[in-house]
């Protein structure tokens, strides 16, 4: 066996597990950043906000005037009978009205609505949050599954390399006697293993890319792994109470509470009356002006068959449902949190264990290489040893990825894995810009909605 390519082949696993992909362009900032420019998933909840906005636009639209118009034009013929046959006349109608209809107090269940309505804005932007969280750690997750996919089939090329310099050692040792066919047909055998298994590292590396691309939104260039790890909570108790008071999942619940409880207010005042004030305003052919009348209209019900008795308990169980979901969902994200704290601690347990394991296989197969050149070890013996060898390095570098990618983890559970929180130098998307510029019900004509064409069109890119 050649000492050179097995030199080669121990410089170029230690590299890949220490520093795998060094030098290399893409940064995990970029693939974020791509991620977050590029996601169908995060327009598609956009738009989802903008029209939970337009909710509260059209209920604050319900507490102004309502001017409607009607114009109407007929036609009458009429055949008459008579003894000396038939005669018809002919009539022509036309008229035109404006009616006005305004509710002046409805005992404040309009107001209730709008609130109640304001609190879902906020809960679909929390969720919005939420979805962002996920667009980007799933980037994350397709960048160092990449990577992972990589080393390991760059490992196991410089494995088949170094099994056939192991390969036509055996054989030229076989030519002098110094070993049987068993010892050939041994390295041919682990040969065709470690052909097998790259041929799987390449599908697994072709695989990760396609999951890059979903997530991305791109294919994947060259990976440039990230120099350190993001900052995070000092202990687990830390990381839950952030989350606690950060995560979007339950900021979004707790909105959704809060609309809960507005509903049930709207609905026990449901048997209050409403006024409204009505006028109207008749011109037709038929008269000489203007018909007008004005008037004020108090309306109620006296008895709904327990319509409403039944819509105020339904209102309550779903007040109910929600803070039960708040209390679920709070136990998720501490169980989230503490999950990712333990892969964290297990990945860094690994990379330490790994690292000796490293440092011993390599002794062992250096030691068994040379062993076997005098006869004391056989083909075997040093195939088990490189292949112990190969297996503490890519155990090692699946450990470094594990580490980082448990550090992001972190961060999702705690509500920091956003663009802003990363500092992802993109340009963020303003939901209350959208929000400002509707709640007040703007007519397309005024000025505050000719800017918000310009911000519509601005956000489909026209």
């Not at 609309?259 to 026990?268: F, N």
């Not at 007008?292 to 709904?304: C, P």
């Amino acid at each position: 066996m050649r000492l050179g390519q097995t030199t080669r082949f121990l410089m170029v696993a230690g590299a890949l597990a220490i520093a795998p992909v060094a030098g290399l362009a893409e940064t995990l900032r970029d693939t974020l950043r791509s991620a977050y420019q590029h996601s169908g998933l995060l327009d598609q909840n956009r738009a989802l906000l903008r029209a939970a906005d337009e909710d509260v636009a059209q209920a604050v639209a319900t507490l102004r005037p309502v001017v409607r118009w009607v114009a109407q034009a007929q036609v009458r013929h009429n055949l008459d009978g008579s003894v000396n046959g038939f005669g018809d006349s002919t009539s022509r109608t036309a008229s035109a009205s404006v009616s006005a209809e305004w509710l002046l107090y409805d005992f404040g269940r309009t107001d209730l609505r709008v609130n109640a309505l304001k609190e879902t804005v906020l809960a679909t932007r929390a969720q919005l949050v939420g979805i962002e969280q996920n667009v980007l750690l799933s980037a994350a997750a397709a960048f160092f599954s990449y990577r992972r996919a990589v080393d390991s089939e760059s490992l196991r090329r410089n494995n088949v390399d170094l099994i056939q310099e192991q390969l036509r050692a055996a054989r030229d040792r076989f030519e002098v006697g110094e070993v049987t066919r068993t010892d050939v047909a041994l390295a041919e055998a682990r040969l065709a293993s470690a052909r097998s298994l790259l041929a799987q590292a390449s599908g697994a590396r072709v695989q990760a890319a396609a999951e890059f691309q979903r997530a991305v939104g791109r294919e994947p260039g060259r990976l440039r792994a990230p120099s350190g790890l993001p900052r995070l909570p000092r202990t687990v108790d830390a990381a839950v109470a952030q989350a606690r008071r950060n995560h979007p999942d339950l900021i979004s619940i707790q909105h959704q509470i809060n609309a809960a409880e507005l509903g049930i207010q709207q609905a026990e005042l449901a048997r209050m009356p409403t006024v409204s004030l009505n006028s109207s305003a008749t011109l037709n052919n038929s008269t000489s002006g203007i018909i007008g009348q004005v008037g004020v209209t108090a309306s109620g019900q006296i008895y709904s068959g327990g319509a409403i008795d039944s819509q105020v308990r339904q209102a309550v169980a779903r007040r109910d449902a929600t803070r039960a979901g708040l209390h679920t969902t709070r136990h998720i994200v501490d169980q989230t949190v503490k999950n990712a704290f333990v892969a964290l601690s297990v990945a860094r347990a690994s990379i330490d264990a790994g690292d000796r394991q490293i440092r011993a296989s390599t002794v062992a197969f250096r030691g068994v290489r040379e062993e076997a050149s005098l006869g004391a070890r056989t083909t075997l013996d040093v195939l088990d040893a490189e292949q112990e060898l190969l297996d503490a390095r890519t155990a090692r570098i699946s450990a470094g990825i594990d580490e980082q990618f448990a550090a992001y983890q972190i961060l999702a559970a705690t509500g920091q894995m956003t663009a802003t929180a990363l500092d992802l130098g993109v340009k963020t998307y303003d939901p209350a810009e959208y929000y400002n510029l509707v709640s007040q019900a703007p007519r397309a004509s005024s000025a505050q909605g000719q800017a918000l064409d310009r911000v519509l069109q601005s956000i489909s890119g026209n």
